[in-house]
């Protein structure tokens, strides 16, 4: 009778992968279909749960690395064995830079065909090793209820990140009797009561004090709380690199974002603090100045680093106070903290505030037609506040990061990595999270063919976010450099791009060429009221090198 029952209840590998996710919470995923996994894509098609099919792996990938910034939760993306997987590995990568929870399912050939090198056949641990928090196959279907948790425990406790795990196709057709795990909720540390105390006594003393808010785990009342405690001691704020969205622009603390030129006299005041408190970031790379903001191993200012991640303190600065915790359970431990007096410091968080104001503000004439500063600030001025703004990495973003001001969290998608072609895949995936809304993509022309297949996801799908492409006819972020070293001697940075505007059209979508600034608004608002995925084809003068620089006189373009 047991044995009976027991047979009843089997499921297959598949059947029983999907049912953990559905048990987790998984309302939707992305993937670039394998015969790998066959049997986990048959368990998708009556489980209510939505399936995005993608072009290209590292769009898909990067897709759910969105779902997990805008979320909190880790996003799931399946891909086939070997070269989908290595495909996928740029969203992986983007995932740990950014410490964003994901979990990638990578199909596998079958168990017993170990160690031949059979077709398409990877160590996924030895690939994705150190790419990731953990990488794991799954042997039998006994164990996935255990390790699917196992995996949502690791992508979401501590500092978060992506975890790959592999999955045998006979594992995945074999059959199982198993129960569920339950949801995971992520253990949360939070800040010692004697650490928010000896934090305030630092405060107390101080004379030039900043906070430089960065890093995942953070929520609506993070912000709120983080903002509160910068009233009450007039504290000067800034965000760290592409986590602008961290706080409000027009918070009267706020004082600009710690990225890739950022002001001087923000750079001035990191260099003069006395005092600085970091939330939620790693100070890492491009924030640091290239590390030399701050003195390696021990800075000269105080420094209080609050990171979620045990093995993130004292890795690269050794803090005068360390606080394992992530920021959705520090800032409101700050409730409890105010100062005895007006602080020493507020007409100068008054003042750098104001400078804020005026850089971020400021645009210059670009030489051609086509004035991106302007354009952006229409677009700031004339979209709705909860709009997603996202992009990739090229030169082109320094417009937006100088231009764009946030007042919302979750409004800000992009690679802290550093990662070509991010831009459209996270605006598919914001826009297909919130349809009432708007996501923005503004992507180069280099960066945009990089996942610019993926338009086609948009379409299939009918997921009508707006894609800006900014197109020079360049790397431009190469040549930038490229001229600065080796000048005279261009060298692999052209590009002889495609009309993208009928390229959108061709898949389906809305497209326009825009050339002058007095173009792009009637452009943008036909894009919007077509209800079509759309891109915008914009040409920017390929002498306007960046937002702050030209073309050095003689050089060839």
């Known amino acids: 009778m047991s044995n009976a029952k027991s047979n009843a209840n089997a499921r297959t590998g598949g059947q029983i992968l999907v049912d953990q996710l559905r048990a987790q919470g998984v309302d939707r995923v992305t993937c670039v279909p394998g015969e790998s996994y066959l049997a986990v894509l048959d368990a998708l098609h009556d489980s209510g749960i939505d399936v995005l099919t993608c072009r290209f792996e590292g769009g898909a990938a990067m897709m759910a690395e969105a779902y997990g910034k805008l979320t909190g939760r880790p996003g799931i993306c399946f891909v086939t064995r070997g070269p989908g997987a290595t495909n996928a590995s740029a969203g992986v990568h983007v995932a740990m830079q950014d410490s964003t929870p994901m979990i990638l399912f990578v199909g596998q050939i079958a168990v017993e065909m170990r160690e031949r090198e059979a077709f398409q056949e990877l160590d996924y641990r030895a690939v994705f090793g150190t790419m990731c ?302 349809p009432g809304g708007l996501a923005l993509a503004i992507a180069g022309d280099g960066d945009f063919l990089m996942t610019g297949q993926d338009f086609a996801t948009a379409v299939q799908h009918d997921i009508p976010l707006v894609i800006v492409v900014i197109d020079n006819g360049m790397y431009g972020t190469i040549r930038m450099h490229q001229e600065r070293e080796y000048p005279g001697r261009i060298s692999a940075t052209r590009l002889r791009n495609p009309d993208f505007a009928a390229y959108a059209r061709a898949f389906g979508g809305h497209g326009e060429t825009v050339r002058a600034t007095a173009e792009f608004a009637p452009a943008f608002e036909r894009a919007r009221a077509s209800g079509k995925p759309a891109i915008l084809h914009c040409f920017l003068d390929p002498r306007a090198r960046s937002v702050g620089r030209d073309m050095p006189e003689g050089q060839p373009v």
């Not at 027009?250 to 939330?279: F, N, Q, R, T």
């Not at 992009?414 to 826009?431: D, K």
């Open 133 to 434: 928090k953990w990488a794991v196959e799954i042997d039998t279907p006994e164990r996935i209820p255990e390790l699917v948790s196992r995996a949502f425990h690791v992508a979401m406790q501590g500092r978060p990140g992506p975890v790959v795990i592999a999955l045998p196709e006979d594992m995945l057709t074999a059959m199982a009797t198993v129960a569920d795990a339950p949801r995971v909720t992520p253990a949360v540390a939070s800040p010692a009561p004697a650490d928010i105390a000896r934090l305030g006594a630092m405060l107390e003393t101080a004379r030039r004090p900043l906070a430089i808010l960065g890093g995942s785990g953070w929520d609506a009342a993070a912000v709120d709380a983080m903002a509160e405690f910068a009233s009450r001691w007039s504290l000067p704020v800034c965000t760290s690199f592409r986590r602008a969205d961290r706080f409000r622009w027009d918070h009267p603390c706020y004082v600009g974002d710690l990225g890739i030129g950022p002001s001087p006299k923000l750079l001035a005041m990191v260099k003069e603090a006395d005092l600085l408190l970091l939330v939620g970031g790693r100070m890492s790379e491009m924030p640091s100045g290239s590390y030399t903001l701050l003195d390696i191993p021990v800075p000269k200012q105080a420094l209080v680093h609050v990171h979620p991640g045990a093995e993130e303190l004292g890795r690269v600065y050794v803090p005068t106070l360390a606080i394992q915790a992530a920021p959705r359970s520090f800032t409101p431990a700050l409730a409890g903290l105010s100062p005895k007096g007006t602080a020493a410091w507020a007409s100068a968080t008054e003042a750098v505030h104001a400078a804020y104001l005026d850089w971020s503000g400021t645009t210059r004439t670009l030489p051609g037609e086509f004035q991106f500063g302007e354009v952006m600030r229409w677009l700031n001025e004339t979209l709705p506040p909860d709009t997603v703004l996202c992009n990739g990495a090229g030169n082109f973003a320094g417009w937006m990061h100088r231009h764009w001001r946030f007042s919302r969290l979750g409004t800000q998608l992009a690679p802290t990595s550093g990662s070509m072609g991010y831009g459209v895949p996270a605006a598919i995936m914001a826009q297909w999270l919130k």
